[in-house]
Nanobody, 123 residues
């Protein structure tokens, strides 16, 4: 069983920054990629960013390109999401995901999900 624990959410003013972390644990954890998704009130969950564990290729939603950066620490089985120049429309619950069922890592088809961490951006 894999467990994902997110941290780093909170309240920040527009233009500010936050760094989310997602630590994966479980016997023999292995994942070809990990991703971040978010869900705002009344909206469907949407892709934010993903990173391949081998090689480190990264993928971003157009809405966050140039502002967010995803990275990983292989030894610690941890993925990070650095969020800069935050906007009120970034307000959402952010979820970490691991073990994608599709090679298209932007798809909402991962096997394991974290509990989510709230990010609130005030104007």
């Amino acid at each position: 069983q894999v467990q994902l624990v997110e941290s780093g959410g909170g309240l920040v003013q527009a233009g500010g920054s936050l760094r989310l972390s997602c630590a994966a644990s479980g016997r023999s954890f292995s994942s070809s990629a990990m991703g971040w998704f978010r869900q705002a009130p009344g909206k469907e969950r949407e892709f934010v960013a993903a990173i391949r564990w081998s090689g480190g290729s990264t993928y971003y939603a157009d809405s966050v390109k140039g502002r967010f950066s995803i990275s990983r620490d292989n030894a610690a089985n941890t993925v990070y999401l650095q969020m800069n120049s935050l906007k009120p429309e970034d307000t959402a619950v952010y979820y970490c995901a691991a073990v994608p069922r599709s090679s298209r890592v932007y798809r909402d088809s991962y096997e394991y999900w974290g509990q989510g961490t709230q990010v609130t951006v005030s104007s």
